[in-house]
């Protein structure tokens, strides 16, 4: 499970990034989202996948005994949500202000429109 986890990890890195690179910033940020995804699930998997128990320590007891589900990598992924969440609202404003001012969405076709000025 695990490696099939992997693989998708690593396809959802290579489309985000392959997105990226385009020229296009619609598609900037369909990559942006991918690869956060890719970024989430990467972190869900640092974790390890184990079906237990929620860590919480007894009254009874001093340490944890047995599975326990490990609580840091679901506290990052919390983060890294939030974190993507903003760069993709700042980058859909973007995408609108430099729509509406300039009515292109073409990276090249703004650079062009800044040499010229």
Same mark, same amino acid.
């Given at each position: 499970m695990e490696v099939i986890l992997a693989i998708i990890v690593g396809f959802m890195y290579a489309a985000g990034?392959? $997105?990226?690179?385009?020229r +296009?910033?619609?598609?900037?940020i369909i990559?942006?989202?991918? $690869?956060?995804?890719?970024?989430?699930l990467l972190l869900f998997l640092l974790g390890g996948i184990?079906?237990?128990h929620p860590p919480v320590? %007894?009254?009874?007891?001093t340490f944890l005994a047995g599975v326990y589900a490990d609580p840091l990598p679901q506290? $990052?992924?919390?983060?890294?949500?939030?974190?993507?969440? %903003?760069?993709? +609202?700042?980058?859909?404003?973007?995408?609108?202000?430099?729509?509406?001012?300039?009515?292109?969405?073409?990276?090249d076709s703004i650079k062009e429109e800044e040499e010229e000025k």
């Amino acid at each position: 499970m695990e490696v099939i986890l992997a693989i998708i990890v690593g396809f959802m890195y290579a489309a985000g990034i392959y $997105l990226i690179l385009r020229r +296009s910033l619609v598609k900037l940020i369909i990559g942006l989202i991918i $690869l956060g995804n890719g970024v989430n699930l990467l972190l869900f998997l640092l974790g390890g996948i184990t079906k237990g128990h929620p860590p919480v320590i %007894g009254e009874s007891e001093t340490f944890l005994a047995g599975v326990y589900a490990d609580p840091l990598p679901q506290a $990052l992924i919390l983060t890294a949500i939030i974190i993507i969440f %903003g760069l993709q +609202s700042f980058a859909m404003i973007f995408l609108q202000q430099e729509y509406v001012q300039g009515g292109v969405e073409d990276l090249d076709s703004i650079k062009e429109e800044e040499e010229e000025k």
